[in-house]
């Protein structure tokens, strides 16, 4: 996600005091008795002896070991291995200077879920995974790869179990054992799915109602008509997506949640199986049809998805907020002569007249997926410690906001605990240019995320990792966005269900996700809307001989389960 925190002073105290407490009983264990007070010292000796009792506490309050610490990790996390590797390097050479510790990480431009199961098959994976969801996890345990960090958490990690608090044992099993830690858990109520437009032109063209799905077709229509080429004479879109489109997202722009509609009871029912879902193919059929969409919309790889929308042939967007953003007008700022504030995309809210509300921004504070540790790392202690540390407030900044008192830093930090934003930065997010990529590879704000919240901090309650966001009514652009948006953001934490590996549903939920993942696709590039039809329902007919209404079941009774739990 591209989003981007009060004093600290309790907090490094806290931190501070295992070292100190070495410190100070190093320092108190003076020689006593006189044949060893009598006994002859020096400078060089005392210094020895003094660093022997005393460890080395860095200014983040964090115990230096005289051995390097190793973490080898894959993330799971779909991206450009060599962006990846190049964004790694600042902030990798930070931690081993000043935490002895050598982060490494691999990550590929394909699918995490299947690279997961290749690693499995061959027994070829590294000693932590990150980003590795519920049901996946559940198989590598099941499988005896995973080590239950629960005793580890009891000796090395207080400040998991503090950050956590009452919702740590939710990530118990009903053994007590824990198999992994969350990454991005809390609850932040900012938005992460939009409609998009591209600013300038739809003010041009007087800056039309827009309210609805149909509305949003028609400005965007007009637009392709006014701007039907690019400078360099390339045919533009209305809208486009990248192989990374998430398909229950774009459907909630009909009410339905998370991919499913909820009756009154709390019953689920899948979108293949509701008429807003057959609307919404049908909707996104219709830019198909009549040439306005992109017609490599489930191809694009994001680089090149991104060379599009930079060359000014994408006008709008239904995804996520900062796609257009980094895709859009943030290219522009530094490559367009004569580039101004209007020239970029903007994010709406669309809602179906049917609809109570757009629900477009699920949030499950239980996080999003998670860090674990296999069976072939050495001294998960060491890990552990390190998560430990990137789960405090001080631990999360450093690791979200990148590397302080570098004059591209977003924020300075003194030892003791001090910090603040940089200034200089703050403006040019709100003059919109701030330079991310280079921020990113600079000072490596959120290029290790292993454990760390993206709700707020607990040492302040308003600080959040994601820096761009601690600011939102500040910025201009931002505060647009989340007023738009207010509306479409909701808590899905209670529908949050894991399929293991003894569950005989979840080969077929992943059978019905590969078939809809394909299905809509062809659904929504169908040359005629009956076609589309047909699709559509032949998809659904495929989905329920599958099994779609087993799983409709079971995701309906543990829903209902999980909300008397909060009753």
Known sequence: MKLRKGTALALGSVLLTGGLLAGCSGNNNEPSGNNQASQPTNDAQQTTNNTAAAPKVNEYGWTVPESTITIDYYSADKDNPDKAAKKLVAIHDYLLDKFNVDVKKAQYDVDGK????????????????????????????????????????????????????????SYLDKDGKLWGIPRGWGYLPIPDFSAHIRW??????????????????????????????????????????????GINNVMGIWGLKDGYKEDADHNLTHWLKTTEGLEAVKYYNRFYREGLMDPDSFLNKYDDWKLKFSNERILGHIGAWWHSWNAGHEVWKTTMEGWTDNERYVQIAIKSPDAEKAYLSPKDTTG???????DKEAKPEDI???????????????????????PESVWNYEEGGKWSFNEEQKQKLFAGTFEYDKADELTGGNQIWLSHPQGLMSDDNKSTAWYDQNFNMEDKWKAVMNTNLKDTIYDNTARRI???ADNPLTIVNQQIEDLIKTGFAKAVMSKTEQDAVNAFNDMRDKAVKLGLEDIEAFRTEAYKANLAKVQ
Request: avoid cysteine; hydrophobic fraction near 35%; charge should be negative.
């Open 114 to 169: 299947e690279k997961l199961n290749l690693m499995l098959a061959s027994n070829d994976y590294p000693g932590v995974i990150s980003s590795i969801d519920s049901d996946t996890m559940d198989k590598w345990h099941s499988q005896g790869k995973l080590i239950d960090l629960a005793p580890l958490v009891d000796k090395y990690g207080p400040n998991i179990k503090k950050e956590l608090g009452a919702k740590y044992n």
């Open 200 to 245: 300038d032109w739809y003010q041009e063209m007087g800056s039309p109602k827009i309210e609805t799905p149909d509305d949003y077709y028609n400005v965007l229509k007009q637009m392709v008509a006014a701007h039907p080429e690019n400078a360099q004479g390339e045919k533009t879109y209305a809208i486009s997506w990248n192989d990374q489109i």
């Open 368 to 374: 999003w997926n998670y860090t674990v540790i296999t």
């Open 384 to 406: 552990i410690k390190f998560l430990d540390f990137e789960m405090t407030p001080i631990g999360t900044r450093l690791m979200g906001w990148g590397i302080p008192n570098l």
């Open 498 to 500: 894991v399929f293991t």
